[in-house]
């Protein structure tokens, strides 16, 4: 019996060592999102850059659209969009429309010089498409500026935030989005474009690589309205 008291207040206690950082977490994220929810739709235009050794697509100029809880779309002029499916968004506030997840604490780290805390959320749906989310938060200014996110279907994807004249809102100047793009899943009626010189074994060495997106917004229109067909 004695035995058996020791065991379960040992594991009490490890319980106990494990929620706390857990609770402490929660409350952060919970703290990011109500300076996200500030913003319950909003416009914005920018431009993108694709650096993807095997699509073509230039700078192009394009039109992003938001609206809660999480209605995100880009439209661009020109060209083609190649931002994965699947779960994974560069708008935060889809990030974290759920609170279906554990944030647990993942220690320190320094992002472009300021310190954050790492943040791994844990969703609790096993049908979620993302399997883990880590962030890296801002504790000062309540500010998300790196996100790491696994996925069941399209591999792992890297966000980095740089923020300015929007921060109070939790919205970038910039976001800059990688992926390897062994795991990306083309979008439908996309083809691979090499060079009729290149050998297949290239190409397949072209796919291999690191795949970038850098978003570059030059304004945004908060919480002046948002049709529902604009995100048909």
């Given amino acids: 019996?004695?035995?058996?008291?020791?065991i379960f207040l040992f594991l009490f206690f490890i319980s106990c060592v494990i929620n706390v950082p857990a609770q402490d977490m929660s409350a952060l994220v919970q703290k990011v999102k109500a300076k996200l929810d500030l913003v319950n739709d909003y416009v914005a235009d920018g431009k993108m850059k694709t650096d993807v050794a095997f699509?073509?697509?230039?700078?192009?100029?394009?039109?992003?659209?938001?609206?809660?809880?999480?209605?995100?779309?880009?439209?661009?002029n020109n060209g083609i969009s190649i931002l994965p499916k699947g779960g994974v968004s560069v708008n935060m506030s889809s990030v974290l429309?759920?609170?279906?997840?554990?944030?647990?604490a993942a220690g320190d780290a320094m992002i472009d010089g300021i310190k954050t805390k790492?943040?791994?959320?844990?969703?609790?749906?096993?049908?979620?498409?993302?399997?883990?989310?880590?962030?890296?938060?801002?504790?000062?200014d309540l500010?998300?500026?790196?996100?790491?996110?696994?996925?069941?279907?399209?591999?792992?994807?890297?966000?980095?935030?740089?923020?300015?004249?929007?921060?109070?809102?939790?919205?970038?100047?910039?976001?800059?989005?990688?992926?390897?793009?062994?795991?990306?899943?083309?979008?439908?009626?996309?083809?691979?474009?090499?060079?009729?010189?290149?050998?297949?074994?290239?190409?397949?060495?072209?796919?291999?690589?690191?795949?970038?997106?850098e978003i570059i917004y030059s304004s945004y229109i908060i919480n002046k309205g948002v049709d529902n067909s604009m995100f048909k």
């Fill in 1 to 6: 019996m004695m035995k058996a008291s020791k």
């Fill in 55 to 76: 699509i073509k697509a230039p700078v192009g100029k394009i039109k992003i659209f938001f609206k809660k809880p999480n209605l995100f779309k880009i439209k661009r």
């Fill in 97 to 104: 429309a759920t609170k279906d997840y554990v944030a647990l």
């Fill in 118 to 140: 790492i943040v791994k959320l844990l969703p609790m749906n096993e049908n979620s498409e993302i399997i883990l989310t880590t962030l890296y938060i801002d504790e000062a």
């Fill in 143 to 213: 500010l998300i500026k790196k996100a790491i996110t696994t996925t069941k279907d399209n591999g792992t994807y890297e966000m980095q935030l740089y923020y300015g004249n929007y921060a109070a809102y939790g919205l970038p100047d910039k976001v800059i989005f990688s992926f390897d793009t062994k795991d990306y899943k083309m979008p439908k009626g996309i083809t691979l474009e090499f060079e009729d010189n290149d050998k297949p074994t290239e190409a397949e060495k072209l796919k291999a690589r690191k795949g970038r997106v």
